[in-house]
Structures are given as structure tokens and as C-alpha cells.
């Protein structure tokens, strides 16, 4: 991927090696757990929290949050990244007639605390809707690459992009909306209900993409192919596997390997938001 030359974003905020400054409370372990599954899978936890009484408090770190050294080239990848998203969906909210408000995106080590609540390195990146921010520490790059057998710098923006989706999703409502509807919902049914709302992600995801190498030709060999192994290495049938030796599709709430793949390149080929409505979409 051709960044080094990229913009960088001034919505980064490096709180690595900060301190949370507080202990986890309340909502007991087994909330805890729910919490920590659903942050690594990029679902919003203050639902989850909320409903086991884990205080949700503004970040304090913030206040001290600076911007990634100039020779740190990861954070300054990230930078780019993010300052990419944002030329890009300031471009498409603008023809649309709406206007883009650009999240933050917050870096630390270890733990974070989050308007979502409290959370730690093994949950992933995340995206906090209650304070607009997407959160990573970037050795869940180290995991992408080691772990899920994933590696490269694209693969490594398609996770931001996505993460930078659910944004998307945020400001226009459809994350509210599906929220709303997964209270009213069994358990299956709101599993599917999650599973279009990441799989949307992961199309606006190949927007992104699309347009970032229409307009900035970013991408070099090889790199659309990376994106596509991070997708397929975090299906949920993919994980499920690993994690346990079989697998439960009702219980899926990201996609399958295949889905995640195929509504990447779907917003990849289209370039369109009207290409990404999943939830309209008899089969994913």
C-alpha cells in the first residue's frame, strides 16, 4: 500500500503507556466476558454493559492524549489511514448532500477507557459510538499477522476502514436503529440482525478502498488480496473453529468467512453505499 506520502490525520490520540487510572467494577465476571467477547468481534459493549451495570465513563486519558512520534511508523501508518477515510467519506457525504463528522481514533497499550466502558488489549479494536472513537492497540496487529495468518499494511487499513464503517453506520442511524430492533428480537434473530450490521461495515470497508485508490492510487499488488485474508481469517466460522472444533452458524454475529469476503468486494467493485444494503439483501 502506497502511504508513506498520505496525509496525516490530526484525529489521532496516542494514549499508549497512560495508565486507565481506575480498576474494572461492577457488572460481575460473567458481564466482563460478554463484554471482552463482544469488543473483539467490533460490537458496541455499553449495550452489554449497560445491561450489567458497569459504570460507562468519559476517558480522562484524552486530556493527556498526544499525536504518534514521527518515527514510530506504525502510529504514523494509522494516521494516514484514518486521514484517508476521511478524505473519502467527506467525498461521498458531501455528493449525498449530508456533511461527515470525523472520529477520533484513539491508540493505547495493555487497557483504555472508553465513554463504552473499560477495556483491554485482547478485546480488539473497537469502535465507541457514545464518543465517536475507534480504539486499537496495535498489537492486535502482531495478532492479525501471527495468529490469523493475515499480514500486510492493507490488511491492516481494512481493519480501521471497517472499524471507520461502523462510524458510518453511526451517523446515519442504522446502528440506533438495529440496536432497537435486536431489544425487541430473540437471540437469533438479533444475531443475524448483527451479522448484516458487521457484513455493511465490511462493504462501506471496500468503499473505502474503492475510492482511496480511484482517487489517491493507493493500493499496490497484492494488497486487495491482503484485505481479503483478514476478512476470511475473522469469519466467525473461521474463529469458531479454531477456538472450539466446530462451528454454529446461529450463533454467528460477524458473518462467515465467505460473507465477509464477498460484501468487501462488493462495496470494493461498486464503490456505492446503495451496493452495501445487507439488510435488504435476501441472502448474505
Known sequence: ???????????????????????????????????????????????ILQQGGA???????????????????????V?????????TWHEIFKKNGKSYQEPKLVLF????ESACGYAQAAMGPFYCPMDQKVYIDLSFYRDLKERHN????????????????????????ISEKVQTMQRRAGKAEANQLSVRLELQADCLAGIWAHHANRSRQVLETGDVEEA???????GDDR??????????????????????????????????????????????
Open 150 to 173: 493475515a499480514p500486510g499494511d492493507f490488511a491492516q487499513a481494512y481493519v480501521i476502514a471497517h472499524e471507520v464503517g461502523h462510524h458510518v453506520q453511526s451517523l446515519l442511524g
Open 55 to 77: 459504570p460507562l465513563t468519559a476517558p480522562t486519558q484524552s486530556e493527556q492524549a498526544g499525536k504518534p512520534p514521527a518515527d514510530d511508523e506504525l502510529g504514523q501508518f
Open 79 to 87: 494516521s494516514v489511514v484514518l486521514a484517508d477515510t476521511e478524505d
Open 239 to 284: 474463529l469458531q473453529q479454531q477456538a472450539q472444533g466446530y462451528v454454529v452458524p446461529e450463533s454467528f454475529t460477524h458473518g462467515s468467512s465467505d460473507q465477509r469476503v464477498s460484501w468487501f468486494k462488493t462495496g470494493f467493485d461498486n464503490g456505492s453505499f446503495g451496493a452495501c444494503n445487507t439488510f435488504g439483501a435476501g441472502a448474505l
Open 1 to 47: 500500500m502506497r502511504w508513506s506520502d498520505g496525509r496525516r490525520s490530526d484525529n489521532v490520540e496516542d494514549r499508549r503507556g497512560m495508565s486507565t487510572g481506575r480498576k474494572m467494577v461492577g457488572g460481575g465476571i460473567g458481564t466482563i466476558i460478554l463484554a471482552l467477547v463482544a469488543m473483539y468481534f467490533g460490537i458496541d459493549p455499553s449495550v
Open 228 to 234: 481479503l485474508q483478514a476478512a476470511t481469517s475473522i
Open 109 to 112: 497499550s495493555g487497557a483504555v
